[in-house]
């Protein structure tokens, strides 16, 4: 299994956005994919209308019971290839509790290792959606991933707290060293993806150009999204870019009636942009 975590300093960036609708891509392409909601916003289980308080993520953070009085963590199956771990709105909470826990950030690391084969072995992907901050629930994140997806917007508040998280990344590589090799529990690689990219404007155009410049000094961009109505909409309807495209090749008889109205709007994009969208998600999973 491969964990990929969507991270930012900042809020509203597209990690939920693209939680959502990459982990829809990879199932559609036949890939077994563990959502996991570590956001106390619980955006991404809303997006799949689950919202049972039961078997969250606060089971797997909730290290205060012994383990037998553990309540057992519920995998929802939400789709096609897709099961999601939901988010609570208690996990600010439980953060705060584990403030001065030691191996605060090994949590969800000891987790999979009791789960290798209902959870590791199990999917092809996860990935964890996180509150914007480097808090606990995200360092766990961090210290199990191979990946760590940041997406970054044309605005100098987005912009300027890529160097914070290069900040926050070092401190979490040297708090968890693993003392038997010296080497940090952290082998996660971070990509930066330029998201809600607007076609004719002069910041997004002065944007992608320190971008470009950067690549060329090595820095990991590897996309770029432009801004586009669909995945307002793919959240508005609680329906994938993928679904959507699936949406335009059934007749309507094949749908039921709650469908109609998406893929009458799926119907009414260009192929190019499903085309565009499938392209930028194939590089990054080349990337990643
Ligand atoms: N490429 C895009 N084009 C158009 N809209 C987008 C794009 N990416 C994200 N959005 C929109 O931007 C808003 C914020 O996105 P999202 O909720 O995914 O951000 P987030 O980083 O998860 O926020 P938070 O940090 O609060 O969890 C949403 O309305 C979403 O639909
Ligand atoms: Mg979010």
Redesign the pocket.
Known sequence: MEIIT?A?I?????????SFNYGEWLANRNKKVLLMDL?Q?S?LSRTYDVTDQEGTVEEIFNVFNDDDMRKPVKIHHVNENVDLIAGTTRLDKIQSRLETRNNKNMILFQWLQQHFDDVVDHYDYMII?C??DIGIATTNAIVVSDAIIS?VTPSKFSYDSITELGTRLDEVRNDTINFATGESFVKAQVFYVA??IKHNTGISRDFIESIHKEKESGENWIAE?????I??R??YYQVSVSQMENLTKKSADEIDDALAIVKKYASSQKPETYKEINNIFEAITKRV
Not at 10 to 18: A, D, Q, R, V, Y
Not at 225 to 229: A, S
């Open positions: 969507f930012t900042k809020g509203g960036i597209g990690k939920t956005t693209l956001d916003q955006s959606d509150h914007p997406p998201n809600m999204i432009p801004e586009k109505e995945f307002n793919s959240i």
